[in-house]
């Protein structure tokens, strides 16, 4: 289980078109914040236990691109 955060304005867009010919846009930091917490489980019907929790500031990597540009991501990246 884990959460990832950063700001927009840490994000930067770049615009590309995928190969079906439709635009895409990919969002990407590398200064994200994270928390992850590892379970486990001894059997199949056993409950989950956390084991471990690791956690990064302002240095975890997170990238997402869909269809739609991010409104709130501002920097877009230009292939001069």
């Given amino acids: ?3 990832i955060k950063c700001r927009p304005e840490d994000l930067i867009r770049a ?3 995928d190969p079906d010919g439709d ?3 990919c969002h ?6 994270m928390v992850l917490d ?3 489980r001894r059997t199949p ?3 989950m236990k956390k084991i471990e929790t690791f956690t990064s500031a302002a240095a ?3 990238e997402f691109a869909g ?4 409104p709130a991501v501002k920097t877009v990246f230009l292939d001069i």
């Fill in 1 to 3: 289980k884990g959460e």
């Fill in 60 to 62: 975890a990597h997170v």
């Fill in 15 to 17: 615009d590309y078109t």
């Fill in 38 to 40: 590892v379970y486990e």
């Fill in 23 to 25: 635009a895409a846009f």
């Fill in 28 to 33: 990407n930091t590398e200064t994200a914040s």
């Fill in 45 to 47: 019907f056993s409950p």
């Fill in 67 to 70: 269809r739609a540009a991010d």
